[in-house]
């Protein structure tokens, strides 16, 4: 299709305001999908795609829109929702001219709209605001106009007002789509550049790039390479979707398709990259091209031992779909054989714990989240450590660094308070308030990775009745007085409960785990004690009182068999169990343990 006849546009909002409903009807609308193919939020179907074992989970529909009686091909490109994901969010937002921002009537503005539209602003879209949700009885979209007028300096009579649920008003966005969104550029004749925004792992057709050609065109399957890691490919075919692939056999400049690359993981290809022809490749790539890096980490073990090997297979499969997931072996003395993850953040660790249980049906369990420090030892190197196992000995660090962040709070302005008292009890420091209106308010503030990884956000929303939203992004690492704080069981470390704390946090924490294992360490036929030690020094203690653990006593009378069955029950739990410090623990303790924090 000519160019002036093609739009690229891409949908952010924040969580929940209703991209994936609006995407649905803009499909529906423009006859991309029958209403008999229409299944609720088609654009992320994540449990169809495994029931059907195909990719259907587009991440770019092209559709036809007929607008003073021309056609439009418009291709809408879908985002990651949320903001560990924001380098994914760029490189889409780079592919398009323009970008819906969806914009919920009875919440307004909230975070993630925020760092959204920076994102988008960055790459010079134009953007088309567009106010959702008007049919719910708590919507005020007078209010949320206005927001978005003193925001964007769109006039407020201006932004279309829809419900995407019920479908009012919709045809109002395509039709500012294409009267304000340019259409793309790109020069035909020039050596391919394709960037890839997204790619997926399909079983049949193996890695599937999903691309905006920015110069030159594809016809047929040439050998392609990808400039940043020089990887070639011998593709199977390129096309659009429509959602489904439908195979073109060619894609130019200003389109919008996939390319199936033959490649067997999506390791092998990296969002951002460049894909050029190999016979005549292009001198430079697109820009912008970061390779994603892992910021928080965690262990993962098997709740059965048994399970270790269908922990390895989920993983894998995982990761054909999921490029920033990235893990290795790990053992632990406590937990058995399992591994340390890595993730781009903490929605990042959520999502990947959710789709191991719920698709993979596994039990598993965490060990306490870590951020990466850097640890500068006395003789001048200097280390990467996200676990506290690898720490040094305390008398050769010279000093920790620690990644701090800034997180931006959006809050109704009667939660100021707790808002702050938690920022600060998390070590934060305010930064900065802008008043969104009279009732709302922007918290900017300074506050350590490590501090908002673990439990930040429900308490966030707690704190605010829910009503609170935030962002963060990756600022600078400074130095912070942290310790390696363990858990002695009968005077031996247990290596799964130990973590990587703030000195003046040490104690407490300590305390708090101290009393935890004794409710849970079964007694033995002596005392044991259970401390908490940073180094050599212990900081709190507790003991188990001895007992002789007789499964027997509840026999009463002499019924043979029953005792040799509870006897046998007896040994199979010992298989179980964990030596520490002579002490034989249940492996399900320290898994409670970890599940309480
Ligand atoms: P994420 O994919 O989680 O980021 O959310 P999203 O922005 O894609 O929102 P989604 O489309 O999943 O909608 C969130 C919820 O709001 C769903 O329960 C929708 O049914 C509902 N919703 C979406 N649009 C409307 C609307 O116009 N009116 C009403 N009442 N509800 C809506």
Redesign the pocket.
């Known amino acids: 299709m000519n160019l002036d006849h093609i739009r690229n546009i891409s ?1 952010i ?12 009807r803009l499909l529906q609308m423009t006859g991309t999908v029958t209403d008999r193919e229409m299944k ?2 088609l ?2 179907s994540m449990d169809l795609e495994r029931e059907k074992g195909v990719t259907i989970k587009a991440s770019a529909v092209r559709m036809i829109y007929k607008y003073q009686g021309e056609e439009y091909e418009i291709n809408l490109i879908d985002t990651p ?2 903001v560990d994901f924001s380098y994914e969010v760029s490189r889409a937002l780079q592919a398009c001219e323009g970008a819906i921002l ?1 914009v ?2 009875s919440q307004g503005i909230q975070a993630q709209t925020m760092a959204h539209l920076f994102a988008a602003l960055e790459q010079n879209l134009t953007i088309i605001p567009v106010i ?5 009885p708590g919507a005020m979209p007078d209010e949320v106009a206005q927001e978005i007028e003193d925001l964007l300096g769109v006039p407020a009579e201006d932004i279309p007002r ?5 479908g ?1 008003n919709v045809e109002a966005v395509l039709e500012q789509v294409v009267q304000q969104v340019p259409p793309p550029k790109g020069d035909l004749n020039a050596p391919l550049r394709a960037l890839v925004f997204d790619c997926q792992y399909d079983p049949y057709k193996g890695v599937i790039a999903y691309v905006r050609v920015v110069d030159g065109q594809i016809n047929g399957t040439p050998a392609l390479l990808a400039m940043s890691t020089g990887k070639t490919m011998e593709p199977l075919e390129v096309g659009v979707l429509t959602p489904a692939m439908l195979a073109t056999n060619s894609l130019h400049a200003g389109e919008v398709g996939y390319i199936a690359t033959g490649l067997k993981s999506v390791q092998d290809l990296d969002v951002g990259d460049t894909i050029t022809l190999a016979s005549k490749p292009a001198q430079e790539r697109l820009p912008g091209y970061k390779p994603m890096k892992p910021m928080v980490f965690a262990g993962l073990y098997p709740s059965n031992p048994d399970d270790y090997g269908d922990l390895r297979d989920a993983l894998e499969k995982l990761q054909l779909n999921d490029a920033a997931l990235v893990y290795e072996p790990e053992t632990s003395q406590a937990l058995g054989f399992g591994f340390r993850l890595g993730f781009l953040g903490l929605f990042h660790m959520e999502i990947v714990q959710e789709r191991l249980e719920r698709e993979y049906d596994l039990d598993i369990i965490f060990t306490a989240p870590s951020v990466e420090y850097k640890v500068v030892k006395t003789d001048g190197t200097v280390l990467a450590i996200d676990s506290p196992a690898q720490l040094p000995d305390p008398t050769q660090i010279e000093r920790i660094e620690e990644p701090w962040c800034e997180l931006r709070i959006f809050t109704p302005a009667e939660y100021i308070g707790p808002v702050l008292d938690l920022v600060t009890k998390r070590r934060g420091e305010l930064k900065n308030q802008n008043w969104l209106d009279t009732k709302r308010v922007e918290i900017v503030c300074m506050i350590p990775l490590s501090e908002i990884i673990v439990d930040f956000y429900n308490e966030l929303k707690a704190r605010t009745r829910g009503y609170a939203s935030m962002d963060y992004t990756l600022d600078e690492y400074r130095p912070s007085d942290m310790v390696k704080l363990d858990i002695l069981v009968n005077h031996q470390p247990v290596d799964a409960l130990s973590v990587i704390v703030h000195r003046d946090d040490a104690y407490h924490k300590g305390q708090k785990l101290v009393s935890k294992m004794k409710e849970i360490i079964p007694r033995q036929m002596f005392t044991v004690p259970i401390q908490a030690a940073i180094g050599n020094k212990v900081i709190s203690r507790a003991n188990v009182q001895a007992l002789r653990k007789d499964v027997l006593s509840k026999c009463y009378g002499g019924d043979v068999t029953r005792k040799r069955k509870l006897l046998e029950k007896q040994k199979a739990g010992k298989k179980r169990m964990k030596m520490v410090g002579q002490v034989e623990i249940p492996q399900e303790a320290f898994m409670s343990v970890l599940r309480l924090e």
Not at 13 to 24: E, M, R
Not at 132 to 136: A, M, V
């Open positions: 949908i909002a924040h969580i929940d305001h209703g991209k994936s409903t609006l995407a649905d609720e939020q654009l992320d929702g949320h969806v919920d009537a959702n949700k008007i049919d719910l829809i419900s995407a649920k019920a009012t």
